[in-house]
């Protein structure tokens, strides 16, 4: 297992990041367990059955700490990203998801999957998360869902972190929670966003004014002091619309 948390306070990091942008509910730590010794770390937590991945999601963010292994995810696709099975003919022909509505063309589903960034077979055993307050470590992944104007403050204080480099959303909308906001932060190393998908908005919470996005958690104290940052100027002046609220009175007058 990685080191504890390298000093990092998790529960004061959440309260700021919360604090800072407003948002509605806790940054999810999402935590690899690749076996069994890691698994004993998590042993108390909840254990979920035929949970998705963005349901477990749901849950972490309103406050449980739970496991989901490779045996209860109910989401075959998920499972495929994740490495712990297969993924149907039906999804990996691109047919199911013409089934679903999703897509006109099966080839495009098709191709849609073999794009898929994924771990590969039996690489990991289970999913641990938690709210970011509840940490024992220093997370694998934070997934972070709100409003789409909270989030862009997370995407620009990243940017400011890698200097004005332009960022890049990698997505198929589709596989939002899985895969774009958690294994491809994960393995490209960086924050990653996306609109959302179908599968995470018909099965979860998730408002229609929301989305998710995700970045490695030894990210999150840099973006954090950018956040402080932010706050100062930009944000404040962003949110109270002073530009609008002059045009507003000069259209009435």
Known sequence: MNPVNSGVNFEEANNRIRRLLGL?????SVFFVRNEDEMAAFQEWTAL?????CQALMKARR???VVLT???IACPAAASAFGFRSLPEGLSSGKGLVGFG??????TGKRMFEGMTKFASNEIRALALC?????????DVVVVEDQVERLMWLLLADLNLQGGTRRHGNTAVLQATCV???IIPFAEKRMN?????YGCREATDIGQGETVLGFPGAMLGDLLNMLEYLSEKAMPRSREKQAFHRLDRTVTD
């Open 24 to 28: 509605q509910s806790d940054p999810v």
């Open 49 to 53: 059955k035929s949970h998705r991945y």
């Open 63 to 65: 406050g449980q700490r």
């Open 70 to 72: 490779g045996d209860e």
């Open 102 to 107: 999703i897509v006109k063309d099966a080839e």
């Open 131 to 139: 709210p970011l307050s509840a940490s024992p470590r220093t997370p």
């Open 180 to 182: 774009d906001s958690t």
């Open 193 to 197: 966003f996306c609109l959302g998908c």
